[in-house]
């Protein structure tokens, strides 16, 4: 339970600079998601967080105090790590006991506190066995059982469900917002996979090169995604992005024309002027199919999901437009279809690919 | 057909055993005859010197040898050379190897001159270390020694066995330093950073993660070097020969002194036996602890 203040932080190495310059607030108990691309710095943000990488300029604070010189001990954070980092000669036990047996916590004390954690996270049949022994899930959850038992101002995860199956990613996905819930805790967690961070964060940081590109809650980036970059980084499947042309701007939004010459009107306006060549972004979701569509496009790839199929359609000049339907559709492949637009869904960029902001807010972000 | 299936194997067998006659044979004249000889001629009395006094001596060999105070202290000798050697090594092994993980500006080269001594044969390194280094007149440490205004110490005259101790240990460090910097460089780092993040400091760090990831390896350096630490000999011929008296007499030592100084080859035989035991005795003790260490 703390809040972080991360204030221009940088990190170079050697004369590579790796972070840019962050800034951010994350406040108590919140669980906040770091996604970017690979090799965008999450991880040495995290790193840099814990203390394991020294911050080249910047300043970080926990709760108000600046900790930039504090040692990774002593900052009142635990992490768990993306291979888990057990210690392979100590029982489960001793694992989750190290941290209090170096500060010297009695042993009453300490087993209480293991018992308490791995209660929490169901490992007492595994308690006297060694790592190696166990199962991914169960070493996982014994790498969290370590974080908790030093009862952390703030927890740090590296993608710590990269090595699991997905059955069990998902079990995992579950109790860690669980355990954030019982905790009340700030958790701080990197991720590469869409679903988790949508569904556990309460703050998303996309991050791109070592730069922030936006920070907001999962339905606020979805909806509402400030650039080409977090609109294409959001949301699986990918948004679908057109060239199109601006035809007219009215009170109403921004008319654009596509390269088929269909029209339509996008509710977002800004500094768009008629004949701008603009980027129309349509979420698969958006589109479907519909006799009287604006859009014509013939199928080249049906995936079918169970509950949900996905249509892969060239249309509009470009060879793989998603679209995404109900299970129960039978559009079948080099059928020719028609697509409906929710234009209320569309996005518009600009050659700089920033948004033109929406005229309205999303219903479920309007509070 | 399953009487038939079940045929088969044992048709396969006989053949089978021929053919691995040839490697068994080899192997069997390769062992057993020496040591089958060693242990007939232990038992006669068998001295080049006397040819007369020959025939089947009983436990006469042996008895002269137990009785022997030589062959006591060849005995302690060899079990103190061996033990302080091993503790040498894997403990500046140890420690060297954890330094040499380290960056630091130089590291490769300081990593080859450390590992260099491995490369030098024994009779050259004992030579080196005798004429150069601790020689009381040409030496460097007497040359040292005189500068700061001591008087220069006669290494092999007033510390034999610490002498051959350090030759020996300064050729096997190498051994210990690479198999061990090996295994530090093996641990993984997030295992390090996970106990740095648990409050571990420098030296805990190296007490509970890498003391117990390096004992696999120093298993290993302590079972191969025993092997080879038994058996020393051109470091103490070359430099003390036994000497002075009988401080750097090790068994190996004895037994060339008794078959091929006093051309007693019934004394020497028994000697070897005795060493074999003692190897062996060693061995199954040694094996046993780290074979099952190395099972973890
Ligand atoms: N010790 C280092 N020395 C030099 N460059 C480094 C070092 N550690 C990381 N980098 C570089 O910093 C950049 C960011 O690395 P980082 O590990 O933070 O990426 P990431 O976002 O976690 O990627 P991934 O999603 O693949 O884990 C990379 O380009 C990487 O090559
Ligand atoms: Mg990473």
Redo the contacts with the bound molecule.
């Keep these: 339970m703390a809040t972080l203040t991360l204030r221009g932080l940088r990190k170079s190495?050697?004369t590579?600079e790796?972070i840019k310059g962050i800034d951010l607030d994350i406040a108590e108990r919140e669980f906040v998601v770091f996604v970017?691309?690979?090799?965008?710095?999450?991880?040495?943000?995290l790193r840099m967080i814990a203390g394991l990488e020294p911050i080249t300029a910047g300043e970080l604070r926990i709760d108000d105090k600046r900790v930039n010189e504090v040692g990774p001990a002593d900052r009142g954070l635990a992490m768990v790590f993306q291979s888990y980092a057990l210690y392979p000669h100590m029982t489960v036990r001793q694992n989750m006991g190290f941290a209090l047996r170096l500060a010297r916590v009695p042993k009453a004390e300490r087993d209480r506190k293991v018992n308490e954690a791995s209660r929490i996270l169901q490992l007492d049949p595994y308690l006297e066995r060694r790592p190696k022994d166990l199962s991914g899930g169960q070493r996982q959850r014994v790498a969290i059982g370590r974080a908790i038992v030093r009862d952390p101002k703030v927890f740090l995860f590296d993608?710590p469900l990269s090595n699991l199956d997905a059955a069990l990613r998902g079990q995992m996905r579950i109790e860690l917002s669980r355990l954030h819930e019982e905790l009340n805790a700030t958790m701080i967690y990197?991720t590469?996979d869409q679903i988790e961070a949508m569904t556990m964060a309460e703050k998303i940081v996309v991050?791109r090169a070592?730069e922030i590109e936006q920070v907001g809650s999962p339905l606020e980036l979805y909806h509402h995604p400030i650039n080409l970059f977090v609109a294409g980084f959001i949301g699986s499947p990918r948004m679908n992005m057109l060239a199109v042309k601006v035809v007219a701007t009215n009170p109403s939004g921004t008319e654009v024309e596509l390269a088929s010459g269909a029209r339509l009107i996008v509710p977002s306006s800004g500094g768009a002027r008629v004949g701008d060549a603009v980027t129309l972004g349509i979420r698969p979701e958006a589109l479907r199919p519909d006799p009287n569509g604006v859009l014509q496009g013939e199928v080249r790839l049906v995936e079918q999901l169970g509950g949900l199929t996905l249509l892969h359609v060239a249309a509009e000049g470009i060879d793989d437009m998603t679209v995404q339907i109900e299970g129960s559709n039978g559009t079948r492949m080099h059928q020719s279809v028609r697509l409906s637009v929710d234009t209320s869904a569309c996005h518009l960029f600009d050659s700089s690919g920033l948004a033109l902001a929406h005229l309205t807010r999303h219903p479920l972000l309007a509070a | 057909m399953s009487s038939a299936t079940q045929e088969t194997p044992g048709a396969i067998k006989a053949p089978g055993g021929f053919l691995v006659m040839p490697s068994v044979i080899v192997l069997l004249a390769w062992m057993i005859v020496p040591l089958v000889m060693t242990v007939w001629f232990s038992f006669q009395y068998y001295n080049l010197l006397a040819p007369e006094t020959a025939g089947f001596a009983g436990l006469d060999n042996y008895e002269f040898l137990v009785t022997d105070p030589d062959f006591w202290v060849s005995l302690r000798n060899t079990l103190v050379l061996l033990s302080s050697v091993l503790v040498i090594t894997v403990v500046l092994g140890t420690l060297l190897a954890v330094l040499f993980d380290q960056p630091f500006p130089g590291r490769n080269i300081a990593r080859v001159l450390a590992i260099s001594p491995f490369f030098i044969m024994p009779t050259v390194a004992a030579l080196i270390w005798k004429n150069l280094m601790m020689h009381p007149i040409y030496g460097v440490f007497g040359a040292v020694a005189q500068a700061f205004g001591f008087e220069p110490v006669d290494w092999f005259a007033q510390f034999p066995l610490a002498s051959v101790i350090a030759i020996v240990s300064w050729e096997w460090l190498p051994f210990a330093l690479l198999i061990l910097l090996t295994a530090v460089q093996s641990l993984d780092h997030e295992q390090r950073e996970a106990a740095r993040m648990d409050g571990a400091g420098v030296i805990a760090q190296f007490v509970f993660i890498t003391l117990p990831h390096l004992s696999r390896a120093i298993g290993v350096v302590v079972m191969i070097e025993t092997i080879f630490l038994l058996t020393v000999f051109a470091e103490i011929f070359v430099t003390t020969s036994g000497g002075p008296g009988n401080a750097t007499t090790n068994l190996a030592f004895l037994i060339y002194a008794r078959a091929l100084l006093q051309f007693d080859i019934g004394g020497a035989s028994a000697g070897g036996v005795v060493a074999i035991v003692l190897a062996n005795i060693v061995a199954f003790f040694l094996v046993r602890s780290i074979a099952r260490r190395l099972e973890v």
Excluded: I
């Design positions: 190495f050697g590579t790796v970017g691309p690979s090799g965008c710095g999450k991880s040495t943000l993608e990197v590469h991050l070592g």
